[in-house]
């Protein structure tokens, strides 16, 4: 068993900061709080996710969320610390690819990108800016 897996709660306690200890001594201001973090955090971490796919800082909001819900949550924190280790992995696994895996996978991340705008109805909304009523321009979904 490692060092960091047997800290006891209150070892654990006292890592926290300082407000911590203050909310902790009453059951229902605690609850909130954990509660109000465990709702900001999802939320950030819902954002991410659902930027992953695009151009910016999906992977970033992605630990982001995870770094927020690790702060009240033991389990978010393995998974932060699992989540890292993989993205590490594939990002040095890429750095080593010849170029055309690099083109490969920059491909089907741009495929990602243009099929989430045309079921969004992206294009078919850019498409009435110029007048352009194609009709496989609109959102099976929305359309």
């Given at each position: 068993m490692s060092d960091d897996v047997s800290v006891t709660t209150e070892q654990h306690d006292e890592t926290k900061p300082e407000?911590?200890?203050?909310?902790?001594?009453?059951?229902?201001?605690?609850?909130?709080y954990?509660?109000?973090v465990g709702v900001v955090g999802g939320l950030v971490l819902v954002a991410g996710v659902l930027m992953i796919?695009?151009?910016?800082?999906?992977?970033?909001v992605v630990f982001a969320g995870l770094a927020i819900l690790a702060t009240e949550f033991e389990w978010a924190g393995r998974v932060l610390r699992?989540?890292?280790?993989?993205?590490?992995?594939?990002v040095e696994w890429l750095k080593r690819q010849n170029l055309a895996v690099k083109a490969?996978?920059?491909?089907a991340t741009g495929l990602v990108v243009v099929a989430t705008c045309w079921l969004l109805g992206a294009f078919a909304l850019v498409g009435g800016w110029f007048g352009l009523d194609w009709?496989?321009?609109?959102?099976?979904?929305?359309?």
């Amino acid at each position: 068993m490692s060092d960091d897996v047997s800290v006891t709660t209150e070892q654990h306690d006292e890592t926290k900061p300082e407000h911590r200890h203050w909310f902790r001594r009453n059951p229902a201001l605690n609850l909130t709080y954990r509660i109000g973090v465990g709702v900001v955090g999802g939320l950030v971490l819902v954002a991410g996710v659902l930027m992953i796919p695009y151009p910016g800082p999906g992977w970033l909001v992605v630990f982001a969320g995870l770094a927020i819900l690790a702060t009240e949550f033991e389990w978010a924190g393995r998974v932060l610390r699992f989540a890292k280790r993989y993205y590490d992995a594939w990002v040095e696994w890429l750095k080593r690819q010849n170029l055309a895996v690099k083109a490969l996978v920059l491909a089907a991340t741009g495929l990602v990108v243009v099929a989430t705008c045309w079921l969004l109805g992206a294009f078919a909304l850019v498409g009435g800016w110029f007048g352009l009523d194609w009709p496989w321009l609109a959102s099976p979904i929305f359309s």
